[in-house]
């Protein structure tokens, strides 16, 4: 099933422009992982969110986790094209001590940043 | 620190043979997984292990058979390959609990025909 939705699916911007993307859940969120995915290769984690209200950067992307812990943002500022690729939410609906440990995705947005 | 490895990187397979994936990790993670991806559909979870000589299936788990005879490696066999089983296959680990982080690795691009 698919627990974690994802907006847009796709976005293209021009460079020097910011954008967000959203991943929302009907579960809470123990955990919310974002990721970046170039053509052809792995996924590369970007940041980790735990606590609600919880906000992270790192150079010029900055993520967060709403107090409710249902919704998560993915925000880019002065966006480049090195900033294109796949983006793709990740999430523990489980609480700390399950056996099971997976993550649910969402179904990624494809980030198009032209000159 | 290799992180997780993944061989072969891309393969091309005629439908009913088969073939092993192999997954590597080097930081004593518990946790393995098998993921496909496919347009459209996001990451599917195919098979998983919560630790050596363990597995389980995941959402997606006909056609294909896991093992963990050790810590470090987990194996995707496929018996029968069919042109539904075409993909991108990614292994991942993590440590243990919720919390920490899934390492991937750069995946395995597997075309039947």
């Known amino acids: 099933s698919q627990e974690l939705e994802q907006s847009p699916q796709s976005l293209i911007v021009q460079e020097g422009k910011n954008l967000t993307i959203n991943c929302t859940s009907s579960k809470t969120l123990y955990g919310l992982y974002w990721y970046k995915q170039k053509y052809g290769e792995g996924l590369i984690f970007l940041m980790m969110?735990?606590?609600?209200?919880e906000e992270k950067s790192h150079e010029k992307i900055t993520a967060k986790l709403d107090e409710k812990k249902q919704q998560s943002s993915l925000h880019i500022t002065a966006s480049q094209p090195s900033h294109a690729g796949i983006y793709l939410c990740g999430a523990d609906t489980s609480a700390r001590g399950s056996t099971l440990g997976r993550l649910y995705f969402g179904r990624g947005t494809q980030l198009t940043v032209w000159p | 620190n290799a992180g997780v490895t993944q061989t072969p990187k891309f393969r091309v397979l005629k439908t009913g043979q088969s073939m092993t994936l192999l997954c590597a990790q080097d930081m004593n993670h518990e946790y393995m997984y098998w993921y496909r991806q496919d347009p459209g559909m996001g990451l599917r979870l195919i098979h998983y292990s919560v630790g050596e000589g363990t597995t389980a299936k995941g959402e997606v788990p006909d056609g294909y058979n896991v093992s963990r005879l050790k810590k470090q490696n987990f194996l995707l066999g496929l018996e029968s390959a069919a042109p539904s089983q075409t993909s991108v296959y990614f292994c991942?680990?993590?440590?243990?609990?919720?919390?920490?982080?899934?390492?991937f690795g750069p995946g395995t691009r597997l075309t039947v025909l």
């Open positions: 991942a680990s993590r440590f243990r609990l919720a919390g920490d982080t899934q390492y």
């Open positions: 969110l735990q606590k609600g209200g």
